[in-house]
T-cell receptor, first 109, second 120 residues
Framework: QKEVEQNSGPLSVPEGAIASLNCTYSDRGSQSFFWYRQYSGKSPELIMSIYSNGDKEDGRFTAQLNKASQYVSLLIRDSQPSDSATYLCAVNSNYQLIWGAGTKLIIKP | NAGVMQNPRHLVRRRGQEARLRCSPMKGHSHVYWYRQLPEEGLKFMVYLQKENIIDESGMPKERFSAEFPKEGPSILRIQQVVRGDSAAYFC??????????????????FGSGTQLSVL
């Protein structure tokens, strides 16, 4: 059973601080990794994709991938209240995306 | 450049009625996925379709649920004889045929706004 694990939270972070979200996966053959953001009552929205080991930066977001340890993380710098949402980790396994249950992030003003 | 279109946004049904949820993928996308989400829970995969083919329906209940993606028209998720436990948000997503990065399918899903099904 291929799995993706996330801490459900909520993770509470002060405004302006760095929010760190983590995700582990079980399929060593996975090649593609995604972070989606979902606001309450809305559909998931892709914010980052990463395919190779190391860091990938896009604005205030940095995705980190370590295939040897089978984890992928998302860092959000200078956190804003508008970043408050549930963050879903998704990992490609064969032709499917395997989803984590999501981490609820709360940015406190 | 329309995104993934789902309708209706909200659907109210009484127990025993049928629910039909529609999804039109993004232009150029031939892969459609249906997910179900309960409040405060993650996405649960239901079914993966390509045009006129069901590729994987392992997440869909064997009874009362069916899905199709005809050659022409939207993908349909059909729930017969709905029960209260079917109340949930149903999301459709589409993806391009092949990833330019890895050469595999099912990259970068684009989601519709979802259909909130309420069974009275």
């Amino acid at each position: 059973q291929k799995e993706v694990e996330q801490n459900s939270g909520p993770l509470s972070v002060p405004e302006g601080a760095i929010a760190s979200l983590n995700c582990t996966y079980s399929d060593r053959g996975s090649q593609s990794f995604f972070w989606y953001r979902q606001y309450s009552g809305k559909s998931p929205e892709l914010i980052m994709s990463i395919y190779s080991n190391g860091d990938k930066e896009d604005g205030r977001f940095t995705a980190q991938l370590n295939k040897a340890s089978q984890y992928v993380s998302l860092l959000i710098r200078d956190s804003q209240p508008s970043d408050s949402a549930t963050y879903l980790c998704a990992v490609n396994s064969n032709y499917q995306l395997i989803w984590g249950a999501g981490t609820k992030l709360i940015i406190k003003p | 450049n329309a995104g993934v279109m789902q309708n209706p946004r909200h659907l109210v049904r009484r127990r025993g009625q049928e629910a039909r949820l529609r999804c039109s993928p993004m232009k150029g996308h031939s892969h459609v996925y249906w997910y179900r989400q309960l409040p405060e829970e993650g996405l649960k995969f239901m079914v993966y379709l390509q045009k006129e083919n069901i590729i994987d329906e392992s997440g869909m209940p064997k009874e009362r649920f069916s899905a199709e993606f005809p050659k022409e028209g939207p993908s349909i998720l059909r729930i017969q004889q709905v029960v209260r436990g079917d109340s949930a948000a149903y999301f459709c997503a589409s993806s391009p045929t092949v990833s330019s990065v890895t050469g595999t399918t099912n990259e970068k899903l684009f989601f519709g706004s979802g259909t909130q099904l309420s069974v009275l």
